[in-house]
């Protein structure tokens, strides 16, 4: 064969179809597409936390501020009620990791838990606040994006603390159980009375749900927990032993 006739049938081997270019032309669009879907997910969340936690952490220093001027009597009886959007205080779960802290506000709206807060439920059931005489103080909280202030909701586990600061009054509960899975329909889990914890009548309980599995919100999670003691904030905001 001559050296010509090597080079035609090279040339030859190398020609592709015009399905076959169609087909090549499709998957580099589709593996490209894919890329930037995967890059603009990952940005959309990483963005979505740092406004969040920006937004959340102004918002905590304004209600720490509202918390030095005087109140008369104990602060939890002199506010008649609050609003959506409106600060309660600040949940402390040290099995989310050290110094973790997150502003609790009223109702779990999007636009309210998305400001990567802890919001409290005021549907299907009202929250009981933890001053009340008997209740569950049910929260929610997005796993990600948003601050992503549950992310971690997974590690916290029976026997943990978890407490809650307000104005004046640190309350400690102790994680009862935790449900790892349940219907995003499921309301019994922040009723007030929550059977699926083990309560069978009144207390002072708290609840914290979010979505599961971690980028999905196809089913929900909760920890519940039973008031074990409340300790008066002292002059130097001295944190109780479970945060020190």
């Not at 090279?10 to 592709?16: D, H």
């Not at 004046?168 to 009862?176: E, I, L, P, Q």
């Not at 008066?232 to 032993?241: G, I, L, Y």
Request: aromatic letters at 8%; a neutral charge.
């Amino acid at each position: 064969m001559t050296q010509q006739q090597t080079g035609s049938t090279r040339l030859v081997r190398r020609r592709r179809s015009p399905q076959a270019r169609l087909l090549g032309v499709v998957g580099e669009l589709l593996i490209t597409t894919g890329v930037v879907v995967a890059l603009f997910v990952a940005y959309s969340l990483w963005w979505t936390d740092v406004l969040a936690s920006r937004q959340a952490d102004q918002a905590g220093q304004h209600l720490r501020q509202t918390w030095t001027a005087p109140a008369p009597g104990d602060a939890a009886s002199s506010v008649p009620g609050y609003q959506p959007g409106d600060g309660i205080g600040f949940l402390h779960v040290p099995a989310l990791g050290k110094g973790n802290s997150v502003l609790i506000k009223m109702g779990t709206d999007p636009d309210v838990l998305n400001e990567g807060v802890a919001g409290v439920y005021t549907q299907p059931y009202a929250a009981a606040m933890p001053w009340d005489q008997s209740g569950n103080f049910a929260l929610a909280a997005h796993r990600d994006g948003h601050g992503a202030k549950f992310h971690d909701l997974d590690a916290v586990d029976r026997g943990d603390s978890i407490v809650v600061e307000t104005r004046d009054r640190w309350y400690v509960y102790r994680v009862d159980a935790v449900l790892e899975e349940t219907s995003k329909y499921d309301t019994g889990i922040v009723a007030p009375v929550p059977e699926k914890a083990g309560y069978a009548k009144p207390g002072h309980y708290i609840t914290l749900t979010t979505c599961t599995p971690v980028y999905t919100s196809r089913y929900r999670m909760a920890v519940w927990g039973s008031l074990v003691r409340v300790d008066p904030v002292d002059a130097e905001r001295t944190p109780p032993a479970e945060l020190r």
